[in-house]
């Protein structure tokens, strides 16, 4: 699949009236979204890289080709995304952390009458997003892109498994409208309160209170993405069709926003 | 405020006392009728009424019937006379008007030379050289005094002309702009008006200057949504109007109609448009039109996937059949013409049913506009070459569905019935339980969807209605279920009968019973197989209670042909004896026979046999009749 993308950058003074045009525009309401975010990272395992045995004269069947360039080619960084509700943040742990891995597996019997947050009970979803096509004539970014359901729970050991380390996390929080085929996300980042002690280890476990985090960007302002994907991108006419229907939008937030290509090297994921 | 700010418009006229206009215009009477004494009344008011009447052409008129009277030979001289002078007049101007062309030119020829040359003529060029003539300003020699004074006269009537007709013409465009603004304000009160009502009022997006209110329904199918928008225009004295651009301006309805044996006995309710004319009514108007057109349009669209459903759609009809009697029919009509059709209804048996049918499709396709609008806001699907087919909404199938479903399970119920009183009038003991629409749980619905919408998915569910019960002998028992499918394939009503019969445990009813007549002869025959069942049981039971072994003793009864509703008992003294039931909707009836010899399995129920006796239960028995035990226990005592 492929995406095409448009940005803008909202201050947030203009971040309220530009959600009620939103609304006005696309005749929904917005749905509000905080999502997990974890990052991972590609790393090589020792001894994989070279498959070839015997002679060079060896005719590689196609399907070793193709695991090949899988195993020798770029790495990537890629998103593990877990939606969760505003409610779960700084909830109170379901059980005293006795710092175990099962934790919320003993916490099951009692269960506190606000939701808590469940880490096991945490829906992922993978999202690889490669590195934005270069040298389009079209003004839009666009980009390979892919996305998976993982298992609910603690994903980073099958994540190690299949070569992919953690690097980091972060909050996504915005709101969400959809127009035609156009998603728009109004959305910003949020780090969470550096305690130092449970850095880059793994994901945490439990999640501070909401107004600790902390946004990305000081001055609170938001990104609008403006993303559409098509099913093949191969397809030109789809891709100028999908593109057409951005430009349609940019014209029409023209005097709200300037929506615009993102810089492509910003939007790197390859792991150097 | 025009009253605060007063600007004179007009000039002032100072009126002069002028003492000398007198004499000069007796002295124009004078000249012009004579002497006063000629002048009267009479003769001023005669020569009014003269030049009133005189035609302005009247001496072309005279000159035209003096020509009448000319032969025509005369009149074409006359024409030709005419048309020469006129030819001679042209050229004469013509003439006139290149010697002035050349005189200009060759006065231009000294100052522009190029450009006189090219419009003098030929002949000029050849006499006289360009530029060979000259102008210069000459002053005027003083005018006198009395000229000047009159130059000023005119000049100062003039100018006072030209201030009267800027004035007249402020002050007319003042009015105007008066009733100008007395309109506009009127029509944004009015748009203010329909603002507040709670209308959205926008800006049309085709023609940026107008506005336009919407009414529609955003969820709609895009041709409907489209016309939920119509200008607010002015009319001259500023009052709002509706323009709803073509779309026809009745007011139209979807009219449901129940036809019993081809007779119309019920009618949906049409609502009458109201009779106050003001712009909310429009509006509301036009948006019920709109409502219903959809609808329609809708139910036509859904109605032609439903053709194997005997489902049929004419041009403005839709008609779809409930029972094998009734069906109903749908078409969309004038909200004022429901009087013309009212005398083809023959009765209003079924009024009830046909409005009940009008407000379900009605909210079914609010329901279908509810889920348009979550479908709407849910991340789309990748674009892809593959066209997104809009599903038909589900308009008549819940309805047909549940009206199907609940006349199988009224039959359904009045069948247990009537076999259930004709047993329990044999002295059986058994009773059922009905209980309709078991699927529909209000209780069960989904927390986080809206009330609303959790009702109306109850009914687009399948529909499932249980019966269950026990039959003759104490632990048998039977259960159906019926089921409807609204949605999808296989539609129609299944009926899915499980028996617990511990007499014949390899018995099991066959799967899938789509009729009506096949599930209630399965049953009859499961009630009919307990009964046989129930009397062997009773028989055993009699030999067992009997003290002992005597001539008298009882006879035992044994199934031979359960499935046939066959019992044998044989005796030891060889009078053997046959039983054989036979259990409808109506009646039970059992016959005695009489056999003799064994032969009597291989025949078939003793036509030549010689009948006993026979007994027989009908539900509502005149008087007390001896229960199906007791005439069985007789049966059996009877040894002769």
Known sequence: ?272 | MADSFSLPLRPLIEKRDRPDTLPLEIAQINARWGSFRDVNEDTLRAKIEEDKNRDPYSDDDEAEKAAEDVDSTERMEQLYKRRAEIQQFAMQAHMETLFALDFVSLLLSKHTPRQAETSMSTFLKQVAPLGSLNSEIVNPPPKPDAVGQDIKAVSRGWRLQNFNAAANKLLKSATRLETEVASESKYWEEVLAVKEKGWKVCRLPRDRQALGVQYGFMEATPIFRDRGLAALRRADDGSLILDKGLAPQKTRTVRVRVKHHDRFTGCSKVRSSPEVDSIESRILQARDTVYEEELFHELVREARILGSQRVTTRQNLVRFPISEEQEVLLDLVDADQDASADDSMESTEHDALADALSHSIRILLAYAHRQNLRRRTQPPPPLSQKRRHTPEYHLLRPIMAYLQHSSHVRSMETFLTDIYRVQKAAGLTCDFHAAPFSSVKLSRMHPSLPKVEGLVQQFLMPFESTFSGTLATPQSSFKVRIRTNPVAPPFGTLYDISVNLPHYPHVQPPSRIGLQKEAADVLTHFAMLEIVAAIQAHGSKLAKDSPKKDVTAPLTWEAAYPHHGELLALSSAGQNKKLKISLSQKELTVEAYSMRGLDGFARSAGAQSPKLRSQTWVPDQAGPVASLMDFVTEVSRDQS
């Open chain 1, 1 to 272: 699949m492929h995406e095409l993308l448009l940005f803008a950058s909202v201050p947030a003074h203009q971040h309220h009236e530009l959600l009620q045009q939103l609304a006005g525009l696309t005749a929904m309401q917005p749905r509000h979204r905080v999502e997990r975010r974890l990052i991972f990272k590609a790393h090589r395992q020792p001894g994989m890289t070279n498959t070839r045995v015997g002679a060079s004269q060896d005719l590689q069947g196609a399907e070793l080709q193709r695991l090949n360039k899988m195993l020798n080619g770029g790495m990537f960084y890629t998103q593990v995304v877990g939606p969760v509700a505003k409610a779960e943040f700084g909830a109170k742990p379901a059980s005293a952390s006795s710092g175990g891995a099962d934790v919320s597996m003993s916490g099951m019997e009692e269960k506190p009458s606000t939701a808590p947050y469940s880490y096991e009970d945490q829906p992922w979803k993978l999202e690889f997003r490669d590195i934005p096509e270069a040298g389009t004539r079209s003004a839009v970014t666009a980009r390979l892109m892919a996305s998976a359901v993982l298992p609910k729970g603690d994903i980073t050991v099958p994540m190690n498994a299949w070569g992919y380390s953690f690097v980091s996390e972060y909050v996504v929080e915005g709101d969400v409208f959809v127009l035609n085929d156009i998603v728009i996300f109004m959305h910003r980042v949020l780090l969470y309160p550096t305690s130092g002690v449970q850095e880059s280890h793994g994901p945490r476990r439990q999640l501070p209170a909401y107004r600790e985090l902390s946004p990305l960007e000081r001055t609170g302002s938001y990104v609008l993405q403006a993303a559409i994907t098509v099913q093949d991108g191969a397809n030109q006419e789809m891709m100028k069709t999908a593109s057409q229907h951005l430009f349609g939008l940019r014209e029409q937030l023209k005097s709200a926003v300037r929506l615009e290509q993102a810089d492509r090297l910003s939007l790197d994921p390859r792991a150097k």
